[in-house]
Structures are given as C-alpha cells and as structure tokens.
C-alpha cells in the first residue's frame, strides 16, 4: 500500500493543524494507521495509532489530550488533528500502515510508510 502524507507547515506555539494521510486504492479498513514524527538527531517516535479494530486509538503521553487521530473509511484517509501545538512538536511526521490490529510502537513493527511531512512550531 502506498501512503501519502500532507498538510505540513510552519505554525506558531498554541496553534492548530491537521494532517492528512491518502492510501489510494487500498483496502483501508483492513489495516490499522498511525502517524510518527522524527526530529532532527532523534529517532522516529510514535505518535497516535488508530486501530482497524473498531478504530481503538491509542497516543503517546506527549501528545494525549491534544492530538486525536480519527479515520475516514469511506476516502481512504486518515488525519491527525494537532491543537495547541509546542515548538518540541517540530519534526518530519510520517503515516504508517500495518496489517496487524495492535502493532507494537516500534516503527520497526510497521510494513507500510509514507514519504513525512514537515511540521515546524515557532515559540
């Protein structure tokens, strides 16, 4: 499956922005979505998972209660709704697919990446 991944910008502290996720004709119910982020010298983390079962989510402790990531079956799309935005949110942020209902948070547990989008928070 291929995703693809946008909505990325340059936004200031305490801010929103959505990202968007495509997987053109695939079958996207049948896999469970997540977004990453990398920063510069870090390795990727995880984000927020969406699962194919019932659409369980799941979020790392830095983002709960700001992010929320929801799904649209019906255009293959999978978003992540980020408000109140910190400068320490700044990274590449990638969509990832897998088969499995609950992949590990490990990107190494995902088969299915898109190519990152750029999210900068300026303080």
């Known amino acids: 499956v291929q995703l693809q991944a946008s909505g990325g910008g340059l936004v200031q502290a305490g801010d929103s922005l959505r990202l968007s996720c495509a997987a053109p004709?695939?079958?996207?119910?049948?896999?469970?979505k997540a977004w990453f982020r990398q920063s510069p010298g870090k390795e990727r983390e995880f984000v927020a998972r969406?699962?194919?079962?019932?659409?369980?989510?799941y979020y790392a402790d830095s983002v709960e209660g700001r992010f929320t990531i929801s799904r649209d079956i019906a255009k293959n799309l999978v978003y992540l709704q980020m408000n109140n935005l910190r400068p320490e949110d700044t990274a590449v942020y990638y969509c990832a697919a897998d088969r499995a209902p609950f992949p590990a948070t490990d990107p190494a547990a995902w088969d299915y990446w898109g190519q990152g989008t750029q999210v900068t928070v300026s303080s």
């Open positions: 004709g695939s079958a996207w119910s049948t896999y469970t």
């Open positions: 969406t699962s194919k079962v019932q659409g369980r989510t």
